[in-house]
C-alpha cells in the first residue's frame, strides 16, 4: 500500500493551515496548535488517516472500480492532469461543469459533440469547409477540450472522488454526496470535513503539499490496478512463475517497501520539529463549546 512519511509531510509544508481567522470549527479536532497567527495541522492525524483513504482508493481500484480525480485551483491543475493520466484515472482540472455527475446524460451529449469535433478534425472534413466554419468549429473543440479532456472516455459515473480542497470543489463534493459517491479530499482548517467520506488533514494551497498527495493517491491507484490484474490472470489460470515473469517491477516495489510498516508507528515531536513556539491550546479551540462563541469566531 502506498505510503506517506512524517519526513515528506514537513518538507511539502502539509501542516501549514489558514489564519486563524479563516477556520472552520469542525476541524477543531485535527488541528494540533497556533503559531503566528497560522494554525498548525496535526500531522500524526494526518498519517493515519491518509492510510486509511489510501486503503479506500487501493481496495475500490482493485475492484476495477473507477475514481474521478478533481482540483480545478492554480496550483492543482498540472498535478491533477499528470497523475490521473499516469494512473490511467479521469480528471476535471479547469472548471466543474455544474451538474456533471447529477446530469450525466446531458453531459455526455457534449462529450460526444468534442469526440465528434475531433474526428473532423483528423479525417479530412476540415478540408472540406471554409476558413471561417473551420476557424468557429474550432473555437468549440477548444472550449469542450478545455472541460472535458479528463473525462472524454468516460462511459460511466465514477465510483469516487478524490479532490482537492473540498471548499473550492463545493459542488463536486455535493454532487456525489447527493449521488452516494464516496469523496476522499485533502481538507485544510478553512473547510468542512462532515462532507468528506475520507479526511486527509493537510495544506490544501502549498503545490508541493497538492502534488504530494495527488502523486501518493495515484500510487495506490496503480497498486490497486495490479492486483485487479493479478486477479484476473489467477483466474485465467496463469501460473504464479508466469506472473513473477511478466511483472518483475512489482518484485522490486515489495522488496523497496519491506521497511514501511515502521513507518506507520512513526511518532515525531511536532512542536520541537518545527522548531517550538507552538500555542497547543488556542483560545478559539478551547472555547469552540459555547455556541455564541462558534458563531462569533465563524
Known amino acids: 500500500m502506498a505510503t506517506i512519511t512524517m519526513k515528506e ?19 477543531k479536532e485535527y ?35 473507477v475514481i474521478l480525480f478533481v482540483g480545478t485551483k492554480r496550483q492543482a491543475q498540472d498535478a491533477i492532469a499528470e497523475e490521473a493520466n499516469r494512473c490511467g484515472m479521469f480528471y476535471i482540472n479547469q472548471r466543474w461543469l455544474g451538474g456533471l455527475l447529477t ?4 453531459v455526455q451529449k457534449s462529450v460526444k459533440r468534442l469526440q465528434e ?26 472550449h469542450l477540450q478545455a472541460n472535458l479532456a479528463g473525462i472524454k472516455n468516460m462511459r460511466r459515473l465514477p465510483d469516487a472522488l478524490f479532490v482537492v480542497d473540498s471548499n473550492n470543489e463545493a459542488i463536486a463534493v455535493k454532487e456525489a454526496r447527493k449521488l452516494g459517491i464516496p469523496v476522499v479530499a485533502v481538507v485544510d482548517t478553512n473547510c468542512d470535513p462532515t462532507v468528506v467520506d475520507y479526511v486527509i488533514p493537510g495544506n490544501d494551497d502549498a503545490l508541493r503539499a497538492i502534488r504530494l498527495f495527488t502523486s501518493k493517491i495515484s500510487d ?29 517491477v512489482e518484485v522490486s516495489g515489495l522488496e523497496a517497501g519491506a521497511d514501511e510498516p515502521a513507518a506507520d508507528s512513526e511518532v515525531v515531536d511536532l512542536e520541537a520539529a518545527l522548531g517550538g513556539g507552538i500555542r497547543k491550546a488556542p483560545g478559539a479551540i478551547a472555547a469552540i463549546d459555547e455556541p455564541e462563541v462558534a458563531e462569533h469566531t465563524l
Open 117 to 142: 469535433l475531433d474526428e473532423m478534425a483528423t479525417d479530412g472534413r476540415y478540408e472540406l469547409l471554409t476558413k471561417k466554419e473551420v476557424i468557429r468549429l474550432e473555437r468549440e473543440r477548444k
Open 103 to 106: 446530469n450525466w446524460i446531458t
Open 220 to 248: 495506490s491507484v496503480v497498486e490497486g490496478v495490479q492486483m485487479a490484474g493479478d486477479k484476473r490472470a489467477a483466474d485465467a489460470g496463469v501460473t504464479a512463475d508466469e506472473q513473477l515473469e511478466a511483472a518483475p
Open 31 to 65: 488541528i494540533f496548535g497556533e503559531r503566528n497567527g497560522i494554525y498548525i495541522i496535526d500531522l500524526q492525524k494526518t498519517l493515519k488517516m491518509f492510510k486509511e483513504a489510501s486503503k479506500f482508493v487501493t481496495d475500490l481500484t482493485g475492484q476495477g472500480k
Open 9 to 27: 509531510l514537513l518538507e511539502a509544508g502539509v501542516h501549514f493551515g489558514h489564519q486563524t481567522k479563516r477556520w472552520n470549527p469542525r476541524m
